[in-house]
């Protein structure tokens, strides 16, 4: 009982995602579609664009959530991610002549390296050095930003991105099929990797000691878990999510890098992986809840909605996150061991 009160949350996503699912289909399948206001709410390109705001905090969100499961709070991810991003554009803009296939694949590749390396050295300061890990979160937002600003050549150019794949048959699905089943690689993986990293939580020994690390890590480091080498696993594993999200921005949303670009998704991932009370499925459907208020944001103001500041309109995601967050974060329980230091006795494996 217990767990599912904790869970509700995670729950209250889902099933917000899934009646915005239903009425799309109503909207756009039946006669409710003659309505404007229903049209703009719930339109197909609504929908496209709230899975494509989505992902990079899908990704983001799971990078929190590998993380703090084990007990490493990580509030660097927009600094990863930014990381990635800037790694993925120098990247590409290197291999322009290159195949363009093979340039983005190496983009891909780079920006995962980045991202794992901003995870080593999160690990790094927060337990051999036992820094404050807020602040270390901080100190890499902060690393990011600085070098990305300082090494990025206005006049280079990335050539081509990433392009849309159809699935035969099942892109043929009225409404979904456009949506979920014509989309570019990273996308596609974005979504596979909550269904691989759900099912490694709780499916396999290396969930159950991830788990162990962040709730009780002196019980894990009994039973002869390693819990800070996990802990650095993990960590640098979730920085190559994060870097992941920074290369989608580059190489298959925008194609191009913009100093700061990351424009606080980093925070939101945040916001989602709380909301969806660290769960991948419960996180993901918040991070397309999110995206919902981004693509709500751009519907409305390309129904050239007047009788609203286009600023008002513009602050409806970050507002959303707030009241997300302030509404629900007393219904949600972060890992006991969240966030401390733990000493390693001699002797685990």
Not at 26 to 41: A, D, H, S
Not at 69 to 91: D, H, P, S, Y
Not at 242 to 270: P, W
């Amino acid at each position: 009982m217990m767990q599912r009160t904790l869970r509700i949350t995670s729950y209250v996503a889902i099933l917000l995602v899934l009646l915005f699912v239903l009425m799309t289909l109503l909207v756009n399948l039946t006669p409710l579609g003659e309505n404007r206001w229903l049209r703009i709410f719930f339109s197909v390109s609504a929908l496209n664009f709230t899975l494509r705001a989505s992902v990079p905090l899908i990704l983001g969100a799971l990078c929190g959530i590998l993380c703090e499961r084990t007990g490493i709070v990580n509030i660097g991810i927009e600094g990863m991610m930014l990381a990635g991003a800037f790694a993925a554009f120098v990247a590409k803009t290197s291999t322009n002549d290159w195949p363009l296939t093979a340039s983005l694949i190496f983009g891909v590749l780079v920006a995962l390296l980045v991202g794992g390396l901003m995870g080593l050295l999160h690990a790094t300061f927060a337990i051999r050095y036992r820094m404050d890990q807020i602040i270390s979160g901080t100190v890499l937002i902060i690393l990011a930003g600085g070098i990305s600003a300082y090494l990025f050549d206005r006049d280079a150019v990335a050539q081509g991105k990433f392009g849309a794949i159809a699935i035969p048959g099942l892109s043929q699905i009225p409404v979904l099929g456009e949506v979920l089943f014509t989309n570019p690689p990273l996308t596609y993986l974005a979504l596979l990797l909550v269904v691989v990293i759900h099912v490694g939580l709780f499916s396999t020994r290396w969930g159950l000691r991830s788990r162990a690390c962040g709730e009780h890590p002196r019980a894990a480091d009994t039973v002869g878990i390693n819990v800070n080498r996990l802990r650095y696993m993990n960590t640098v594993l979730g920085g190559m999510l994060a870097g992941l999200a920074g290369g989608f921005l580059v190489l298959e949303a925008v194609g191009q890098f913009q100093e700061g670009m990351t424009a606080g998704r980093g925070f939101i991932a945040l916001a989602a992986m709380i909301f969806g009370n660290w769960m991948p499925f419960g996180a993901m459907s918040a991070a397309l809840l999110f995206g919902y208020t981004q693509a709500l944001q751009n519907e409305l103001l390309l129904a050239g909605v007047t009788s609203v500041p286009r600023q008002f309109v513009s602050m409806i995601p970050y507002l959303v996150t707030i009241i997300a967050v302030c509404g629900f974060v007393g219904r949600v329980r972060p890992p006991a061991a969240e966030g401390q230091v733990y000493e390693q006795e001699s002797g685990s494996e």
